[in-house]
């Protein structure tokens, strides 16, 4: 299984939205509603901020949003703030029932 | 609260079979919610799902990964644990153990994540 596609890299100013890109296949993200998104800050552990495609976890800021169209997942970023900065990934259940992690995209707060 | 944490020795020759055990505590292994995984992450790149296990012992492993792993369960322990045989420094990488909701394959929460070195 391949890994699933995201931007190396993703900028905005502050206050401004940005949007991640997960590109998949009809067998993970198209096929499932299994999408997850995951924010990890440098030397810390991943943390969940979005499941279900568009689910957001307690606690988990409502400037988070996410959405999904065919193969491609993304998620949305409003009001981007400076603690935003740091590396999103995507997952996505398989149809081998294996899970499959996007590549990685680092947001960038100019 | 509910609290993962790997264990394991942080090198490991080449060749040789990497162990780490996770211990959960505030709450039990043996639910049927929940699977609990191991990803791994290499030094400055990213995520990768190594497999997942659920308490009476069915178990999901990445292709790719498939002939080198095992993954096992301890519920008397509340413990799991992963087995990677024949290791070279394409393994080193940060493990990280976790909990999965099985409905939707997310994962929550983490480990801390334990670094482990293949060198000689």
């Known amino acids: 299984q391949s890994a699933l596609t995201q931007p190396a890299s993703v900028s905005g100013s502050p206050g401004e939205s940005i949007t991640i890109s997960c590109i998949g296949t009809?067998?993970?993200?198209?096929?499932?509603?299994?999408v997850s998104w995951y924010q990890q800050h440098p030397g810390k552990v991943p943390k969940l901020m979005i499941y279900?495609?568009?689910s957001r976890p307690s606690g988990i800021s409502n400037r988070f949003s996410g959405s999904k169209s065919g193969n491609t997942a993304s998620l949305t970023i409003s009001g981007l703030q400076a603690e935003d900065e740091a590396d999103y990934y995507c997952?996505?259940?398989?149809?081998?029932?294996?899970?499959?992690f996007g590549t990685g995209t680092k947001v960038t707060v100019l | 609260q509910l609290q993962l944490r790997e264990s394991g020795p942080g090198l490991v020759k080449p060749s040789e079979t990497l162990s780490l055990t996770c211990t959960v505590s505030?709450?039990?292994?043996?639910?049927?919610?929940?699977?609990w995984d191991w990803i791994r992450q290499p030094p400055g790149k990213g995520l990768e799902w190594i497999g997942s296990?659920?308490?009476?012992?069915?178990?999901y492993i990445s292709p790719a990964l498939k002939s080198r792993v095992t993954i096992s369960v301890e519920t008397s322990r509340n413990q799991f644990s992963l087995r990677l045989r024949s290791v070279t420094a394409a393994d080193t990488a940060v493990y990280y153990c976790?909990?999965?909701?099985?409905?939707?394959?997310?994962?929550?929460?983490w480990g801390q994540g334990t670094l482990v070195t293949v060198s000689s």
């Open positions: 976790a909990r999965q909701f099985w409905t939707g394959w997310w994962i929550d929460p």
């Open positions: 505030g709450g039990s292994i043996s639910s049927s919610t929940y699977y």
């Open positions: 296990i659920h308490y009476h012992g069915s178990s």
């Open positions: 009809s067998s993970d993200v198209g096929g499932y509603n299994y």
């Open positions: 279900d495609v568009t």
């Open positions: 997952s996505s259940y398989t149809s081998s029932s294996t899970l499959v």
